[in-house]
């Protein structure tokens, strides 16, 4: 027997800027400093969070269109509950436990979520790491025509407007997406002169109290703030896209009497009438709007190898790498709909991995033919390209862990995640504090095959 002794392969060290301090940003950093990068994160708020730090204080006045908005990156209310169970939502060697004396319930409240990110930034040991009340305005390269990209980083320190320019090996892009609000385009939307908004900045109902109020978009976000503004409004009018609704809208409709559906609005009147695509018509006060987030980079300067097109941020291999500027600039956190946080983890170490030279891409020639496939695929499912980065897809996480080894997902983290949607179709006002999931849970230990069934579903 020959006996081979192979050089272990020298981690390459490298400067990276993380922006963001949120989920994404915070899980990339802790992998950056594992593998030996020296690290720095720039955080436009005064803490740790991103969306998931409350900011109560978010407008001057009340008139869309009419007013001087306080810019916040937050989009998190008042009242706003996590929608998956909190056993599903932690990195996979932190898990997202209970604590005693915080919010102990199965589908906390948003605090406790940004608790658990303290805690996780405090146990790795990543507070050092981050500049705090600082905005990241501009990153572009340093050197465009070298094989080895490097980038120049313009930031601004909030409160003195101090502003710093440094060159990093590598650019991590965690800023999040659900900051730059998605407006709908209705006719008279500029002339009609009472008051709008956008979900972004709405807190709490009591603005709304004794109001008429039409919520248009019937999303997660739609669906509980019109549950909430019923409390307190005259009444509620859902514009909904489809009025095929799931039946736990439906319960809430038949329960509160001031809480009505309608179809999408055609027009809205000077004098304060909102006319519905199906000729009904009511005069409100305000109209909030749950129409979602675009993707907005607007301090990146990738002389176009990045663009966002119709919310397309691209072309992005696995939603993560520029086929053309890659190791050294990627991105953490686009894609939606999948078990977030610990897809953000297995984004993080392969970006970490790549950079430190313990592993590779395929070629950019690779890179791109494989986009262009997914593309099409997209395409011949019938998926609009503004919806590109919703994965709703197990075994997609699955299949990026395999780039890096990463553990695919538990099957007890699927079960879980499954039925609480489940729940939430048939029982929306209740499924938070209301579960029945043990069998599930057992059903699951013992036939690895009952995940694809519920799934399914």
């Known amino acids: 027997m020959v006996l081979v002794i192979t050089e272990p392969i020298k981690s390459q060290s490298k400067t990276v800027c993380v922006i963001g301090a949120g989920p994404s940003g915070l899980v990339s950093a802790r992998e950056l400093k594992k593998e030996g990068h020296k690290v720095v994160v720039m955080e436009q708020n005064n803490d740790v969070g991103g969306q998931w730090l409350y900011l109560p204080n978010v407008e001057e006045e009340d008139t869309l269109g009419k007013t001087k908005i306080l810019k916040v990156?937050?989009?998190?209310?008042?009242?706003?509950?996590?929608?998956?169970?909190?056993?599903?939502?932690?990195?996979?060697?932190?898990?997202?436990?209970?604590?005693?004396?915080?919010?102990?319930?199965?589908?906390?409240?948003?605090?406790?979520?940004?608790?658990?990110?303290?805690?996780?930034c405090q146990v790795f040991g990543l507070r050092d790491m981050i500049r705090f009340n600082v905005r990241v305005e501009f990153v572009g390269m340093v050197n465009e025509d070298d094989d080895v990209k490097r980038w120049m980083v313009k930031s601004v320190e909030k409160e003195s407007g101090e502003v710093m320019e440094e060159v990093f090996d590598a650019v991590v892009v965690a800023s999040g997406h659900y900051s730059y609000p998605r407006l709908p385009s209705i006719k008279g939307m500029n002339l009609w002169k009472r008051k709008q908004l956008h979900s972004h900045i709405y807190r709490v109902p009591d603005p709304f109290r004794d109001e008429v109020v039409v919520v248009v978009g019937s999303s997660m976000s739609g669906q509980d703030i019109s549950i909430e503004l019923v409390?307190?409004?005259?009444?509620?009018?859902?514009?909904?896209?489809?009025?095929?609704?799931?039946?736990?809208?439906?319960?809430?409709?038949e329960k509160h009497q001031n809480l009505h559906l309608h179809p999408q609005i055609e027009s809205l009147e000077e004098d304060g009438r909102v006319i519905f695509d199906d000729g009904s018509c009511i005069?409100?006060?305000?109209?909030?709007?749950?129409?979602?987030?675009?993707?907005?980079?607007?301090?990146?300067?990738?002389?176009?190898?990045?663009?966002?097109?119709?919310?397309?941020?691209?072309?992005?291999?696995?939603?993560?790498?520029?086929?053309?500027?890659?190791?050294?600039?990627?991105?953490?956190?686009?894609?939606?709909?999948?078990?977030?946080?610990?897809?953000?983890?297995?984004?993080?170490?392969?970006?970490?991995?790549?950079?430190?030279g313990k592993t590779s891409l395929p070629s950019s020639d690779q890179m791109m033919q494989s986009i262009s496939e997914f593309y099409l695929s997209r395409e011949a499912d019938g998926i609009p390209k503004r919806n590109t980065h919703d994965i709703a897809d197990?075994?997609?996480?699955?299949?990026?862990?395999?780039?890096?080894?990463?553990?695919?997902?538990?099957?007890?983290?699927?079960?879980?995640?499954?039925?609480?949607?489940?729940?939430?179709?048939e029982n929306l006002e209740t499924y938070r504090d209301s579960w029945d999931d043990d069998d599930l849970l057992q059903k699951t230990l013992q036939d690895p095959y009952f995940t694809q069934e519920i799934a399914s579903v």
């Open 73 to 120: 990156h937050s989009s998190v209310y008042s009242s706003l509950r996590l929608a998956s169970p909190r056993e599903t939502m932690g990195f996979s060697d932190f898990p997202f436990t209970a604590k005693e004396g915080r919010d102990s319930r199965r589908f906390p409240g948003h605090e406790e979520l940004w608790l658990y990110l303290k805690d996780f």
């Open 231 to 253: 409390k307190v409004a005259k009444e509620v009018h859902l514009s909904a896209k489809s009025l095929e609704i799931p039946p736990g809208l439906t319960k809430v409709i």
């Open 283 to 356: 005069v409100a006060d305000t109209i909030l709007y749950c129409t979602g987030y675009d993707y907005k980079l607007p301090f990146l300067e990738s002389k176009g190898r990045v663009e966002i097109d119709d919310n397309r941020v691209g072309p992005l291999f696995e939603h993560t790498f520029s086929p053309y500027l890659s190791p050294s600039l990627s991105f953490v956190g686009i894609p939606r709909k999948l078990i977030g946080f610990p897809f953000f983890e297995s984004q993080a170490k392969w970006i970490a991995k790549l950079l430190s």
């Open 394 to 425: 197990f075994n997609y996480s699955d299949k990026y862990a395999d780039y890096i080894g990463f553990p695919h997902l538990e099957e007890w983290r699927k079960v879980l995640c499954v039925s609480a949607i489940v729940n939430s179709i």
